[in-house]
């Protein structure tokens, strides 16, 4: 994305904050407040700049080397667009309420760190990305003089309009409708097209809840399909499960040298997340947690895996090594649980690759997917019929497939290293 000031003239000493800058996806966008950009420039957000929205999708869309950075951002424009049709149709939003939304939706995902969901259970101890990002808006808001009150009210679902929140989050929010479009751009999965504008154009508030009018039913049910199908083509895509299956077994094998007292190659603050299972408290309760975790992206992964292949233990070098070669692990899908019997000749051909039987289950693990397109009951999509009636939307189409969407749909998994010779 490229800035550009979107004010000619004036003192070259003044800064203009009121930007515009060009986005693939949407064009044009603009920054509508001075604090907004404020915030885009702080280094806290400035990181999302390193942290791919896909992880390691692009092994699979060469394409998909966007950022949460991007997301962010399209997600802010979105909030905008929402606010400025539900204005048109007699919502009363005042300013302050307008620019806490927008800061709201724009730092929702600054708790992401490497490889977002990959490493977020490996590096942490149970700790949701959600939980960081309301720490760090609250650092922001201590360090902005309380000007992010409102915005985290709205963010943790405290403020008294409950529609700002649905917007924010729930299974019809500017972060769904703007992952979705742009993953689909980047990657060209074109099953994953939705109508965006539409579907903001449809959204109204009827007593204090967030609807789409019934005229914009077929788009929301175009979105959710879309939805399911992007999950199993590409964030559930069988190839991405193994190379992050891969990168979850380098980190597990790094920590276990690391504690049994090897030297290996890490920033200092990559080296915290190593050492200790960091949990929730452990954040709540010592700033140096959250401090290094605003200095980690994908980057100080890659310099660890690059530096690692050369190490000596030779079951940590094979894996990076692989990894960085898009030498994969294989993978097999079923829809019941995968059967012991298949899971020890896999460790027996590992073993007769020369893989010792105590080291095999570095280079085989089992697991499972789950995708379900809509949850009833749970953030409810709501309609407002043509007769003023609010139904949940599973009740007002008469499409079989919403109410199929409702049914977790799980697929359980192997990975091993069909080709792995240790060297």
Known sequence: MTLANNVTGGSSMTTNKRKIFNDPVYGFVTIHSDLIYDLIEHPFFQRLRRIKQLGMAELVYPGALHTRFHHALGAMHLMHEVLVVLQSKGQIISESEFEAAQIAILLHDIGHGPFSHVLEYTILDEVHHE?????????????????????????????ERDFFH?????????????????????????????????????????????????????????????????????????????????????????????????????????????????????????DKYLQAFTLLDDYDIWACVKNWQFHSDIILSTI????????????????????????????????????????????????????????????????????????????????????????IVKKYYVCWGKNVYLQ
């Open 131 to 159: 939980h960081i990002s309301a720490l760090l808006m609250e650092k922001l808001n201590r360090e902005f003089n309380g000007k992010l009150s409102l915005a985290l009210e709205m963010f943790n679902g405290t403020y």
């Open 166 to 286: 649905q917007l924010i989050s729930s299974q019809l929010d500017m972060d769904r409708l703007d992952y979705l479009n742009r993953d689909c751009f980047f990657t060209g999965v074109a099953e994953g097209t939705i109508g965006v504008d539409r579907i903001i154009k449809m959204l109204n508030v009827v007593g204090n809840q967030l609807v789409v009018e019934e005229k914009g039913l077929l788009s929301v049910e175009n979105f959710l399909n879309a939805r399911r199908l992007m999950y199993w083509q590409v964030y559930l895509h069988k190839t991405a499960i193994c190379a992050e299956t891969m990168l979850m077994q380098i980190i597990r094998r790094a920590r276990e040298l690391i504690n049994a007292g090897e030297a290996l190659f890490a920033n200092p603050a990559f080296m915290i997340f190593l050492k200790e299972n960091v949990s929730l408290k452990a954040f709540q309760s010592n």
């Open 320 to 407: 990076c090594r692989d990894l960085l070669n898009r030498n994969l692990f294989k993978i097999k899908i079923a829809n019941k649980p995968i059967e012991p019997a298949l899971i020890s000749s896999l460790k027996q051909a590992l073993i007769d690759n020369g893989i010792p039987g105590n080291q095999s289950d570095y280079f085989i693990t089992e697991g499972d997917v789950s995708n379900k397109g809509y949850v009833r009951g749970d953030e409810t999509i709501y309609i407002c019929t043509k007769n003023k009636e609010v139904v949940d939307i599973a009740d007002a189409s008469d499409l079989p497939t919403i109410k199929a969407l409702s049914n």
